[in-house]
């Protein structure tokens, strides 16, 4: 049997390449070793710039957009999701949830409703707990782009369920939050390698899987310096467990983000740095070399999965 071709995108909202100075930025203290050898000890911040080394690219990636003012998350992500420049269709950075403009632009053919379109499987593997969807059916909380991106393609959202199940996993990585916040004392909690262990397991079935991380926008937001050391560090840990565990001959992974934001906890604003992106695993240098701004990863996802372009893709939809 052919091995499958896979892409796993890990989203982490709010990750731009900032100052090298650990006090400020979380991305410059020396506490992620995973990231230390993938970059050859190099940091991942504004200074360091585009940087291929043996088992990495690093790609300083533009969320502004051509766009004046600091980047959103609904617009950016819609921009990740689509391939379609959201922000300028609508004339202005938006978020964070997406209103009926943004939705419009995700309803024209995000990731996965192209890859489904396609015969391809394509997975957002997050867990939400009932009271998200009780909010959500209420009218008191609207999707935001990566999950209204999935529901629209026909994905039903991943419920406590499957967490436990092992069919999808809690954005803090561990499962930890299940339990200490959410008040599910059974919920599963793994280290930070097994769950990217976990991850592995899950993307098996699927040719795409997307993985959100939100905390680190919410920890930038904070100013929480030090909290945000501590949760990238547990995100290190994760993707040393995926590595791990993947077969990175036949595996493309994607890290990126939609805007900056943790990078500079000074203010707890968003941040018009271009935003981290890593890509680590087969095809790498090949697909670095197409990514410059938030627009470029569905046209590599694409294209590294073989999935033609539709025949009748507007010529405006990347304005």
Known sequence: MTPRRRVILLFLDGVGLGEDDPTVNPLAADAYPTLAALLEGRRPVAATGRLATANAELIPTDATLGVAGR????????????????????????????????????????????????????????????????????????????????????????????????????????????????????????????????????????????????????????????????FLARFDGFLAGLLGAADLTQTLIVVTSDHGNVEDCRHGKHTTNPVLTLLLGADRQHYAAQIRDLTDFVPAITAFLDVPAPESRPSAARL
């Open 71 to 230: 980047p959103q998350s609904a617009t950016g992500q819609a921009a990740i999701l689509t391939g379609i420049n959201a922000a300028q269709r609508l004339g202005e950075h938006f978020g964070p949830r997406p209103d009926a403009r943004v939705r419009a632009v995700l309803d024209e053919g995000g990731i996965f409703q192209r890859l489904k379109a396609a015969g391809r499987s394509a997975y957002f593997c997050n867990a939400y707990p009932q009271g998200y969807f009780d909010a959500v059916r209420r009218g008191k909380r609207l999707l935001s782009a990566v999950p209204y991106a999935a529901t629209q393609a026909g994905q039903p959202l991943s419920t406590y369920a499957d967490l436990c199940a092992g069919r999808a996993l809690s954005a803090d990585f561990t499962g930890e939050g299940w339990r200490q916040e959410l008040g599910f004392p059974d919920a599963p909690v793994y280290d930070p390698q097994e769950a990217g262990r976990r991850l592995w397991q899950i993307s098996q079935p699927h040719d795409f899987v997307f993985f959100e991380v939100w905390m680190t926008d919410v920890l930038g937001h904070a100013r929480n310096r030090d909290e945000a050391v501590r």
